[in-house]
């Protein structure tokens, strides 16, 4: 978790750090920003967390769009670590449709123009952990969101976003009641 906690802060993503979410057979840390505005509202209306993805295939359904919570964390940023460079256009896949994007090398990868080529190509960021040392932002991962569009997936991702948010830090799951 500190070789993506150093990934975030030389990408200057600040916010929660949620490691080690899974889903549709991705595995990343997602950097988010809790609105605690919405979270306040949310909790004072009994609204908690929707993470469960039969609830929300009801989303779709044009009857329900007056009946969706507001989402109550900001997706800031994914990253993605990765063995090899060339591993990191399938690893961020249509995760970097929702939010900028970033692979985290190992310590000691090796340089070799082609994988970045295409990880540039695509919009994907590119962060070197060099052990003891900084980590090195190789390239910077560009916000290829707005091309996409909103999409049920990424709104059920800021679902569970928020209730892995809430699970892993008390703190702020109680911070809406004061």
């Known amino acids: 978790m500190q070789q993506l906690q150093a990934a975030a802060s030389a990408l200057d993503w600040q916010g929660h750090l949620v490691p080690d979410v899974e889903v549709l057979g991705s595995r990343f840390a997602a950097v988010t920003r809790v609105r605690h505005d919405v979270h306040a509202w ?10 469960d993805p039969t609830w929300f295939r009801a989303w779709s359904q044009p009857s329900m ?8 964390v900001e997706l800031v940023g994914i ?10 256009v399938r690893a961020c896949g249509t995760l970097m449709t929702l939010a900028p994007c970033s692979v985290v090398l190992p310590p000691g990868h090796p340089y070799r123009p082609w994988p970045l080529t295409e990880l540039d190509y695509y919009g994907v960021g590119v962060v070197a952990d060099h052990g003891a040392e900084p980590p090195e932002v190789v390239l910077a991962p560009e916000d290829r969101s707005a091309e996409f569009g909103a999409s049920l997936f990424g709104r059920w ?17 109680g911070a809406a009641g004061s």
């Not at 990253?79 to 990191?88: I, N, Q």
Request: include cysteine; hydrophobic fraction near 40%; glycine fraction near 6%.
């Open 42 to 51: 949310r909790c004072e209306n009994g609204w908690g967390p929707e993470a």
């Open 65 to 72: 769009y007056d009946h969706l919570p507001l989402p109550a």
């Open 79 to 88: 990253l993605v670590p990765v063995r090899k460079a060339k591993y990191g």
């Open 157 to 173: 991702l800021q679902e569970v976003l928020y209730s892995l948010v809430l699970e892993r830090d008390p703190e702020i799951a």
